[in-house]
């Protein structure tokens, strides 16, 4: 014959409350010390979905762990390009390594729609006088077209050589900014040499950049 014991608590015998009932079917008073052996299922512990791929977080929720640098993208040339002597001159890649939110095109990095913040930059830039003497160079990145303050070599992460006398250099370049949604970047390099033109050699130039996690 079946029966019903109703209580609203239970002690131990040293009165200590072990389970306490609100009478709606909520039971609270046991400490996870007393918890000496067996499991709780992982999906009690916390609201939202519990997987390998999430972890509970200290407000007793589930997040997505870890986080991706994306978008990112690599870019790369593999022609040569003249160049104007001593005047800033758009430097073009054509060639894809990866581009995980398809945000390179035209020689130039976009920040997508739902991607503002802070990303990282890095572009290497080799140079060559093309027979003649490479007096100067700089290497930089543009911001939507903005051309980079020269002068205290700030804001736009400006590198400057001064090679009098060489026939060639690589030089990299690095940055972090902070961007906004369709804000766009660009490299941009300029030579000085003493007579002829110069040029990009056809590798050894790339472009690459990604998103900070977090930021």
């Given at each position: 014959m079946a029966s019903t014991i109703q209580v609203d608590?239970?002690?131990?015998?040293?009165g200590n409350t072990m389970l306490s009932s609100n009478g709606s079917?909520?039971?609270?008073?046991?400490?996870?010390?007393?918890?000496?052996?067996?499991?709780?299922?992982?999906?009690?512990?916390?609201?939202?979905?519990?997987?390998?791929?999430?972890f509970l977080r200290g407000d007793q929720t589930y997040a997505a762990a870890g986080?991706?640098?994306t978008p990112a993208f690599l870019v790369y040339k593999t022609a040569n390009q003249e160049l104007s002597d001593n005047a800033f001159t758009k430097v073009t890649f054509d060639t894809e390594d990866f581009d995980t939110d398809a945000a390179f095109a035209s020689d130039k990095f976009t920040v997508p729609s739902g991607k503002a913040g802070k990303y990282r930059f890095d572009t290497q830039l080799y140079f060559i006088a093309n027979s003649n003497t490479?007096?100067?160079?700089?290497?930089?990145?543009?911001?939507?077209?903005?051309t980079p303050n020269i002068v205290n070599r700030t804001g736009n992460s400006v590198i400057m050589?001064?090679?009098?006398g060489g026939g060639e250099q690589c030089?990299?370049?690095?940055?972090?900014?902070?961007?906004?949604?369709?804000?766009?970047?660009?490299?941009?390099?300029?030579?000085?040499v003493n007579s002829g033109t110069p040029r990009l050699y056809s590798y050894g130039n790339w472009f690459s950049g990604f998103k900070l996690i977090g930021a």
């Open positions: 608590t239970i002690k131990d015998i040293g079917g909520t039971i609270t008073g046991l400490p996870a010390s007393a918890v000496s052996s067996g499991t709780i299922a992982t999906a009690r512990l916390g609201s939202g979905t519990a997987s390998s791929s999430t986080g991706e640098n490479l007096d100067l160079f700089y290497g930089t990145f543009y911001i939507n077209g903005g050589w001064n090679n009098t030089w990299r370049v690095t940055s972090t900014f902070n961007l906004n949604v369709s804000d766009y970047v660009e490299v941009y390099g300029k030579l000085n």
